[in-house]
Nanobody, 126 residues
Framework: QVQLVESGGGLVQAGGSLGLSCAAS????????MGWFRQAPGKEREFVTA????????NYADSVKGRFTISRDNAKNKLFLQMNRLKPEDTAVYFC???????????????????WGQGTQVTVSS
């Protein structure tokens, strides 16, 4: 059974930074592309970023490009999201996601993930 457990959410002031982690189990992590989605109150879930299983390819939503960085540690089965220069509009529940093994595309932003974590709340105050 695939489990994705996020941690690191919290409250931060606008302009600040926050780091999220995702611990993955039940899948061959090093063969799986991973990503982050988010859902703000009253809005649909949206793609934030994704990383290929080797880490050589990344995609970012335009709204976070240049501020957020996705990375992974295949030895520890962990995914990370470093968020800098946070804005109030970044407030959302952030979900760690995994794609099926060996699934590689040039752009993950329009692809439906296969597995989802429970989410962690990020709140950015103005």
């Amino acid at each position: 059974q695939v489990q994705l457990v996020e941690s690191g959410g919290g409250l931060v002031q606008a302009g600040g930074s926050l780091g999220l982690s995702c611990a993955a189990s039940g899948l061959t992590f090093s063969n799986s592309a991973m990503g982050w989605f988010r859902q703000a109150p009253g809005k649909e879930r949206e793609f934030v970023t994704a990383i290929s299983w080797s880490g050589s390819r990344t995609n970012y939503a335009d709204s976070v490009k240049g501020r957020f960085t996705i990375s992974r540690d295949n030895a520890k089965n962990k995914l990370f999201l470093q968020m800098n220069r946070l804005k109030p509009e970044d407030t959302a529940v952030y979900f760690c996601v995994a794609y099926r093994e060996y699934f590689m595309v040039a752009d993950y932003s329009s692809e439906e993930p296969n597995y989802w974590g429970q989410g962690t709340q990020v709140t950015v105050s103005s």
